[in-house]
């Protein structure tokens, strides 16, 4: 799993990091969307936000077979 900084914090709260089956996409394998869902992730760090219509977001699995750089 790769989680993306934003600014100085993250964009799941602690508790991702502790056990990553608290990630919905980690332990689904399927892409979590805030718009089709409405929020549907209590760990992103930044619900309320979400709940307020301000921001949505879109998470994406990270298939076991990716690599960094040109080699497989």
């Known amino acids: 799993m790769t ?6 914090g ?4 602690g508790v991702v990091l502790e056990n990553t089956d ?3 996409t980690k ?3 399927s ?14 760090a930044k619900n309320e936000l979400c709940m307020e219509g301000r921001i949505h977001y879109y998470c994406m699995p990270k298939p076991t077979w990716a690599c960094i750089g040109n080699r497989l």
């Open 22 to 24: 608290e990630c919905r």
């Open 31 to 44: 892409f979590v969307d805030s718009r089709e869902f409405s929020c549907v992730c209590p760990n992103f």
């Open 10 to 13: 993250l964009w799941y709260k």
């Open 3 to 8: 989680i993306f900084r934003m600014g100085n």
């Open 27 to 29: 332990r689904t394998g």
